[in-house]
């Protein structure tokens, strides 16, 4: 990791580049070896099992970052416990117009309307395979081109092109930035696309002997019997978990500084309430069985905490990594460790679900 004085020298310099030149450096950055791995040990207290997976610490690079698998193993090396490629497209797509991306420094949030810009399947499948040598847990999230004729076609792709090289998938059907992506997330149109995504998996199984996990990323903005019908088709179809959630088209609770209704999803801390509410519900609806992931907002040990209170087994973060670098991460696994210590307890299973009733009774 750069020592905090680097640290904030290249951060302030980021700031005066726009956000999505910004974006690239870093990348660019990390290819380079610019950003130094770090040295702190995960504590093994924080390492999280599930499915057939070890993460090392529940902290992971949210989708959205390394949308073309370029840096999988420099992420790692800052700490996270995981890492998330994409979203990717089977055909490569430039994305919107620039500029689409925006800082909100008063709220401390960002708006992007990327619109799924990525390189296609074969560039991404390209990297995976030559770090095949490297450990480590990569998922990828998959996703529609935006002119797709058959979109439920182009996720079953997504499945077959990365079933041998991807530690878990994620179906991003909560992406705001490509028109019509959404209604995926409506109950019939989740059935036939979640019947057509695991089947295509199940096919994976028994041709690579080994099973990858599936995952649904949905919306902080669906309502409550919309929540209830997608909680059901994923337990009816057996999906392996959820990610709650993807950036809200809402804007409450923002200074009104800033470009504030420039239109995409907004992300960063104004989305912590709203995504930790659906989070609870999520949980309430679900069970205790199925794993989460608990996006939004995550910008400190303390909501990390919430996060995992309110039903998370894992978390990812990015946008706060804007306002506050790459050191957030070890700050995060510190105050993690310190809260086990605080409660007495010895893993964060033990904590998990301990305020749902409370957030999931909140009102966004």
């Known amino acids: 990791?750069?020592?905090?004085?680097?640290?904030n020298v290249a951060m302030k310099g980021l700031q005066c580049l726009d956000a999505e030149t910004a974006h690239r450096a870093t990348i660019l950055a990390l290819k380079s070896g610019l950003m130094l791995p770090r040295r702190r040990r995960d504590d093994p207290r924080l390492a999280v099992r599930l499915w057939d997976l070890t993460f090392p610490n529940p902290v992971g690079m949210a989708a959205g970052f390394d949308k073309n698998g370029e840096?999988?193993?420099?992420?790692?090396?800052l700490g996270f416990g995981y890492t998330e490629a994409g979203s990717v497209t089977p055909r490569p797509q430039p994305g919107n117009e620039r500029p689409r991306v925006f800082r909100l420094p008063a709220d401390e949030g960002v708006i992007n309307r990327y619109g799924f810009?990525?390189?296609g399947h074969a560039a991404l499948r390209k990297r995976l395979e030559a770090r095949r040598q490297h450990s480590g847990i990569v998922g990828i999230n998959v996703g529609a081109n935006k002119d797709a004729t058959d979109r439920i076609a182009d996720y079953v792709a997504g499945i077959n092109a990365f079933a041998d090289v991807a530690s878990y998938f994620t179906v991003n059907i909560s992406s705001p930035n490509t028109p019509g992506l959404r209604d995926l997330q409506a109950r019939s149109a989740l059935a036939d696309l979640l019947t057509a995504v695991m089947t295509a998996r199940d096919a994976c199984t028994r041709k690579f002997g080994r099973k990858v996990p599936v995952l649904l990323k949905i919306a902080p903005d669906v309502a409550d019997e919309d929540l209830r019908d997608i909680v059901e088709e994923v337990l009816a179809k057996t999906v392996d978990g959820l990610i709650v959630s993807n950036t809200t088209i809402g804007r409450e609770g923002l200074s009104g500084k800033g470009p504030v209704q420039e239109?995409?999803?907004l992300s960063g801390k104004p989305l912590f309430r709203k995504s930790t509410i659906m989070l609870a519900r999520a949980r309430k609806l679900a069970g205790p069985d199925l794993p989460i992931i608990g996006v939004g907002g995550i910008d400190s040990a303390e909501t990390a905490w919430t996060k995992i209170t309110s039903g998370a087994d894992l978390l990812q973060l990015y946008s706060s990594l804007v306002f506050k670098g790459a050191g957030l991460i070890d700050e995060i696994l510190s105050g993690l460790s310190a809260k086990l210590d605080q409660h007495g307890i010895a893993s964060l299973r033990e904590a998990r679900d301990a305020n749902v009733d409370a957030w999931a009774s909140e009102t966004a």
């Open 117 to 119: 810009n990525n390189e």
């Open 71 to 77: 840096v999988p193993d420099a992420l790692l090396k």
């Open 1 to 7: 990791m750069m020592p905090p004085f680097l640290e």
């Open 263 to 265: 239109t995409g999803g």
